[in-house]
């Protein structure tokens, strides 16, 4: 029979565990429109938040028998590295989207080794007979691996972290031509939440409380709600303009050393996209983008914008601006969202900040 406290422990697991489907259930089926049109942009790491959110799955062990030291010792793997693990691979897969990084995903399975490993084990251990974490010594040793790998998990969040603040510092100049391509202040207050469930992770697995756990699944499901609710809307603005058929199919080149002597090359293969293809019209238009249709190496690409243009952000968008000089003698009585749009600039708002930036009071 359960004690009142142990139905308690249940019932917040249980909530939990409810609220974490229902998210689940919300991001695979809904999607505003019209930006369910293009989801890997406005919703990049949408699988990966799906996943996170059905691994809750794991504590109904605990659900149906809050009693059990094995589906308690699970519930605590679970939260502690296993849960380190998810927010790590979500914050990078969301930002490293955003990114076009497309390679690390089997880094991320090896780090989440100290992650994968516990939850097995705490796994066998609920579908074999008896009680075996009710042994004292088993229970200690199981407590040490739980921080060992806690710990290891920290680490892999830590880097996580600093990586995707590195691009929040860089992004501007480095990789895109719209600051609303990298949603600064979503990121910052990912990177913040995180910190702050991190914190309260650690403090659950070292008090090693029933009652503590349960606090902890109330609070994730007040998280779940609010991030579920706040990341309804996308994150990133505007529209992606259409690209040339012949541009989206074409085979992508990439050289892997180039010389010198090829600057000059390199240089009139971004003239060929950015100028003559108009590419910077293009208002979410990547470093990594024109690489591709360059045919080089985005590192060889990026040194030269830095080395020969001005960096990638003030070339893009001094393109943009004269552009919109043209298109208001083209268009005299062109609103200013107007020109905005048709120049490549994804709002308003963004023509008049990179205007004041670049070119002042002119």
């Given amino acids: 029979m359960f004690t009142e406290a142990?139905?308690?422990?249940?019932?917040?697991?249980?909530?939990?565990?409810?609220?974490?489907?229902?998210?689940?259930?919300?991001?695979?089926?809904?999607?505003?429109a019209p930006y369910d049109k293009d989801p890997d942009y406005y919703y990049p790491g949408r699988t990966y938040a799906i996943t996170a959110y059905l691994s809750t799955l794991v504590v109904l062990p605990y659900i149906l028998?809050?009693?059990?030291?094995?589906?308690?010792?699970?519930?605590?793997?679970?939260?502690?590295?296993?849960?380190?693990?998810?927010?790590?691979?979500?914050?990078?897969?969301?930002?490293?989207?955003?990114?076009?990084?497309?390679?690390?995903?089997?880094?991320?399975?090896?780090?989440?080794?100290?992650?994968?490993?516990?939850?097995?084990?705490?796994?066998?251990?609920?579908?074999?007979?008896?009680?075996?974490?009710?042994?004292?010594?088993?229970?200690?040793?199981a407590n040490y691996v739980v921080y060992i790998c806690g710990f290891l998990m920290s680490i892999v969040c830590?880097?996580?972290?600093?990586?995707?603040?590195?691009?929040?510092?860089?992004?501007?100049?480095?990789?895109?031509?719209?600051?609303?391509d990298l949603p600064?202040?979503?990121?910052?207050?990912?990177?913040?939440?995180?910190?702050?469930?991190?914190?309260?992770?650690?403090?659950?697995?070292?008090?090693?409380?029933?009652l503590f756990m349960a606090i902890l699944h109330l609070l994730l499901v007040i998280l779940v709600i609010l991030f579920t609710i706040f990341t309804l809307p996308p994150q990133r603005k505007g529209a992606i303009a259409p690209q040339p058929k012949e541009e989206e199919n074409a085979k992508q080149v990439y050289v892997r050393q180039i010389p010198e002597s090829r600057v000059l090359e390199i240089l009139s293969g971004i003239a060929e996209v950015v100028l003559e293809r108009q590419a910077f019209l293009n208002p979410h238009l990547t470093i990594q983008d024109v690489a591709d249709r360059c045919g080089y190496n985005r590192t060889y690409v990026a040194g030269v914008f830095k080395s020969e243009l001005g960096g990638f952000f003030n070339y893009i968008n001094n393109q943009r601006l004269d552009y919109a000089e043209k298109y208001i003698k083209e268009h005299p009585k062109a609103s200013i969202q107007e020109v905005a749009s048709e120049s490549g600039f994804s709002s308003r708002q963004t023509y008049y900040s990179v205007k004041a930036k670049l070119r002042g009071n002119q």
């Avoid at 579908?127 to 010594?137: L, R, Y």
């Avoid at 996580?160 to 031509?177: A, G, L, P, Q």
Wanted: charged share 10%; glycine share 4%.
């Fill in 6 to 32: 142990q139905h308690l422990f249940s019932l917040a697991a249980a909530a939990y565990l409810v609220a974490s489907i229902v998210a689940a259930a919300v991001r695979w089926f809904h999607m505003c």
């Fill in 158 to 180: 830590t880097l996580s972290i600093r990586t995707v603040y590195k691009w929040i510092k860089t992004f501007d100049s480095d990789e895109f031509s719209n600051a609303e």
């Fill in 65 to 141: 028998n809050p009693y059990s030291n094995d589906a308690w010792l699970l519930t605590r793997i679970y939260c502690l590295p296993v849960l380190l693990y998810f927010f790590s691979v979500l914050i990078f897969g969301y930002f490293g989207s955003m990114m076009n990084l497309n390679q690390w995903k089997g880094t991320a399975l090896i780090a989440g080794i100290p992650a994968w490993l516990p939850l097995l084990a705490g796994v066998v251990l609920v579908i074999m007979p008896g009680d075996q974490a009710s042994d004292p010594a088993f229970a200690r040793i």
């Fill in 184 to 210: 600064l202040t979503f990121a910052k207050k990912m990177i913040s939440l995180l910190i702050l469930t991190s914190l309260l992770l650690w403090g659950t697995a070292v008090f090693n409380s029933q």
